[in-house]
């Protein structure tokens, strides 16, 4: 925690990763804590590994999905081991026997945001900093009816400048062009001092606004079934694909079981902040949803959910070729 503090603290917040505050406010100590504890019952560079990268936004999920589930399989009462090689492959985890012998692969699948949604959010955050240096009480969002990209660092600092200038030539004004860019004054400033202090707040788009759709996860779970499934049959064991969502996708557990049962019509999600000017479009068919059709070799699956003591649920498979451990098909926490 002080190496990472003293390393990036010094940054301004654009410039940092999104997990710096889980890395080092105190707020977080517990989650910090089980993650050193976690990591303390891998072998040694196996541990540096994950360690070197749970605070990457690409890595921090998947890293902490993977060390949830070796909890959960411990909690269950099932011996294992993180990343062994069988056959060519190493499975994330392992179930072994008394006599070191497999007994379930367990894969882990993170369903993660488009890759450029953490270079927008710190783009944004940019932005955000610039205009908090104005000293009028203002809070300020975009309009637009199309998605908006956030502006590289010099348009950024123009952006900042001629609002600056706006905001403080005592021109009434709600509205203000920028650099291709409509900004809209939400908030009377003369009634925002005590709330926002003596500075203007830009709400920023969320860069993660649009549909909610578990369909990109279970195309990870295929995946994941096409890579494995020959080894689970050559070892006669049940194949167990461990799934969890980035925070960021919006995706929970009642729309994996949404696309598992199928449903008698459509159901449309959005997710959006109060700065996203566009949330996106949708085409929707009224037809009823079938259910997912399991493929025979994925014995069932493991829903991580996404915050300490990242809790385990249980989805066997019902037609599954090798049945899914009975101690993994209830729910229970990753401790």
């Given at each position: 925690?002080?190496?990472?503090?003293?390393?990036?603290?010094?940054?301004?917040?654009?410039?940092?990763?999104?997990?710096?505050?889980?890395?080092?406010?105190?707020?977080?100590?517990?989650?910090?804590?089980?993650?050193?504890?976690?990591?303390?019952?891998?072998?040694?560079?196996?541990?540096?590994?994950?360690?070197?990268?749970?605070?990457?936004?690409?890595h921090f999920?998947?890293?902490?999905?993977?060390?949830?589930?070796?909890?959960?399989?411990?909690?269950?009462?099932?011996?294992?081991?993180?990343?062994?090689?069988?056959?060519?492959?190493?499975?994330?985890?392992?179930?072994?026997?008394?006599?070191?012998?497999?007994?379930?692969?367990?894969?882990?699948?993170?369903?993660?945001?488009?890759?450029?949604?953490?270079?927008?959010?710190?783009?944004?955050?940019?932005?955000?900093?610039?205009?908090?240096?104005?000293?009028?009480?203002?809070?300020?969002?975009l309009a637009?009816?199309?998605?908006?990209?956030?502006?590289?660092?010099?348009?950024?600092?123009?952006?900042?400048?001629?609002?600056?200038?706006?905001?403080?030539?005592?021109?009434?004004?709600?509205?203000?062009?920028?650099?291709?860019?409509?900004?809209?004054?939400?908030?009377?400033?003369?009634?925002?001092?005590?709330?926002?202090?003596?500075?203007a707040c830009?709400?920023?788009?969320?860069?993660?606004?649009?549909?909610?759709?578990?369909?990109?996860?279970?195309?990870?779970?295929?995946?994941?079934?096409?890579?494995?499934?020959?080894?689970?049959?050559?070892?006669?064991?049940?194949?167990?694909?461990?799934?969890?969502?980035?925070?960021?996708?919006?995706?929970?557990?009642?729309?994996?079981?949404?696309?598992?049962?199928?449903?008698?019509?459509?159901?449309?999600?959005?997710?959006?902040?109060?700065?996203?000017?566009?949330?996106?479009?949708?085409?929707?068919?009224?037809?009823?949803?079938?259910?997912?059709?399991?493929?025979?070799?994925?014995?069932?699956?493991?829903?991580?959910?996404?915050?300490?003591?990242?809790?385990?649920?249980?989805?066997?498979?019902?037609?599954?070729?090798?049945?899914?451990?009975?101690?993994?098909?209830?729910?229970?926490?990753?401790?």
């Amino acid at each position: 925690m002080e190496a990472h503090r003293h390393r990036y603290g010094k940054r301004p917040p654009q410039d940092r990763q999104l997990t710096y505050d889980i890395a080092v406010q105190d707020e977080h100590a517990a989650w910090r804590q089980w993650l050193d504890d976690q990591l303390a019952l891998l072998p040694d560079q196996a541990s540096e590994a994950l360690a070197n990268k749970v605070w990457l936004d690409e890595h921090f999920w998947p890293v902490n999905f993977e060390l949830a589930i070796g909890a959960g399989l411990r909690a269950a009462g099932l011996r294992t081991v993180y990343e062994e090689v069988w056959d060519g492959l190493s499975p994330d985890w392992t179930v072994l026997s008394d006599s070191g012998t497999p007994l379930a692969f367990v894969e882990v699948h993170t369903d993660m945001p488009a890759p450029e949604t953490f270079g927008q959010m710190r783009a944004w955050h940019g932005l955000v900093e610039r205009i908090k240096e104005i000293p009028v009480p203002v809070l300020l969002q975009l309009a637009s009816a199309k998605p908006v990209s956030p502006p590289d660092p010099r348009t950024a600092k123009k952006i900042a400048q001629d609002l600056r200038r706006e905001l403080l030539s005592g021109r009434p004004g709600s509205t203000f062009w920028t650099q291709g860019y409509t900004f809209l004054v939400m908030q009377d400033p003369r009634r925002e001092v005590a709330k926002l202090g003596m500075h203007a707040c830009f709400d920023p788009p969320g860069s993660r606004a649009g549909s909610v759709t578990a369909q990109r996860l279970v195309e990870g779970i295929t995946e994941k079934v096409r890579k494995y499934k020959n080894l689970a049959a050559r070892y006669e064991v049940p194949l167990i694909v461990a799934v969890g969502a980035h925070r960021f996708t919006g995706v929970t557990l009642q729309q994996l079981d949404d696309v598992l049962t199928g449903l008698p019509a459509p159901k449309i999600t959005f997710q959006f902040n109060a700065g996203d000017p566009f949330i996106g479009q949708q085409t929707v068919n009224m037809a009823p949803v079938p259910p997912w059709e399991w493929p025979s070799d994925l014995s069932g699956l493991l829903w991580i959910a996404n915050q300490l003591p990242f809790d385990l649920t249980g989805r066997p498979n019902p037609a599954a070729q090798r049945r899914m451990p009975a101690a993994l098909m209830a729910s229970r926490a990753g401790r």
